[in-house]
């Protein structure tokens, strides 16, 4: 997996790609697609969610670009599998999770893997997660018609959010970066997530 879907793009940073060769990602699949735990494709995880394609967890990682002291607030836990890859280089992840069950069934796979610097929250992070803010970096992982207000204001200066941003069946990947208090965008490549909930989320 490491070697062809994610060194064999375009996934750089060895850190990141160390990372993956760490935590096993069928610790974070359902035990009935365990053999698929390597395809380079997203699977279901229940309640109409799935765990990201391995590729798209290694892209939005390198875009973050993690640093040991940061603290990352992620949005759409599911699986916890993006929480576990980015909690091996950073300080500390709160992740968000909108159903209750997928938050249970991240916590577990979370401890499976022995990860203790993830805390998953269940509530609607699409106003993001006042509570803990600012965050250093903040990763969306599931699909946005537009960035809230709230995370920029939830954002250290400094700092990025990552997200696939755009209309319900069709996204792009982008970072925004706050610099002296600035937003600057940056667009990476199409994508399709499935849609964030909540407040701020799609409706339908
Ligand atoms: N990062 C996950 C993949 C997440 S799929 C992984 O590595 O497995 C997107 C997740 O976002 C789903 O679990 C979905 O339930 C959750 N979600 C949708 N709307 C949400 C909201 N408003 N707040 C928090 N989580 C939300």
Do not use: W
């Not at 969306?140 to 995370?151: F, K, Q, R, S």
């Amino acid at each position: 997996m490491v070697e062809v879907q994610l060194a064999g793009r375009d996934v750089r940073d060895e850190k990141v790609l160390e990372t993956f060769l760490q935590i096993p990602r069928e610790l974070f699949v359902l035990e009935k697609y365990r053999y698929s735990a390597y395809d380079d494709s997203p699977l279901p995880i229940g309640y109409g969610q799935t765990i990201s394609q391995p590729y798209m967890v290694a892209k939005m990682t390198e875009i973050l670009n993690l640093h040991k002291n940061d603290i990352l607030l992620e949005i759409g836990s599911g699986s916890g599998y993006q929480a576990a890859i980015a909690s091996r280089l950073c300080k500390f992840v709160y992740s968000v999770e909108l159903v209750p069950e997928l938050a249970e069934f991240a916590r577990n796979n979370l401890e499976k893997a022995g990860i203790d610097n993830v805390e998953v929250i269940c509530g609607d992070g699409s106003i993001g997660l006042e509570e803990f803010a600012p965050y250093d970096k903040i990763v969306i992982t599931a699909a946005i018609e537009e960035v809230p207000l709230e995370l920029f204001d939830q954002l250290k200066d400094g700092g990025c959010i990552v997200a696939p941003e755009g209309p319900r069946y069709t996204q792009q990947l982008v970072k925004y970066e706050k610099i002296n208090n600035e937003i600057v965008k940056e667009v990476y490549f199409g994508c399709v997530f499935v849609p964030l909930r909540g407040e701020k989320g799609f409706k339908e």
